[in-house]
């Protein structure tokens, strides 16, 4: 499967920017979709995963209350939106698939495929 990441950019403290996924290819067996970040010389991190067939979402402590995963299953798509924004949410943005048997959604790991990332930097 091919994964297109876009809409990052350069956003305030307090802004929201919505991130988008497009799969291509292989999207059939898909279990879950990730969203994860990377800061420079940091290792990546997990953000938000959604069940694909359910729609169940999962968080990062860091991002709960602010971000929200979903998915529209006719478009192949899946969304971060972005809320009340913070410096250290700056960083690289990463969309993820992993196809059946389940990984673990938390983990690097536990994907297949990988986008190539959109940029977000937040403003202090």
């Known amino acids: 499967v091919q994964l297109q990441a876009s809409g990052g950019g350069f956003v305030e403290t307090g802004g929201s920017l919505r991130l988008s996924c497009a799969a291509s290819g292989r999207t059939f067996s898909r279990c879950i979709m990730g969203w994860f970040r990377q800061v420079f010389g940091k290792e990546r991190e997990f953000v938000a995963a959604i069940t694909w067939n359910g729609g169940t979402p999962y968080y990062a402590d860091s991002v709960k209350g602010r971000f929200t995963i979903s998915r529209d299953s006719a478009k192949n798509t899946v969304y971060l939106q972005m809320n009340s924004l913070k410096p250290e949410d700056t960083a690289v943005y990463y969309c993820?698939?992993?196809?059946?048997?389940?990984?673990?959604?938390?983990?690097?790991?536990?994907?297949?495929?990988w986008g190539q990332g959109t940029l977000v930097t937040v403003s202090s």
């Open positions: 993820a698939a992993d196809f059946f048997p389940c990984g673990t959604y938390w983990s690097t790991t536990g994907y297949d495929s």
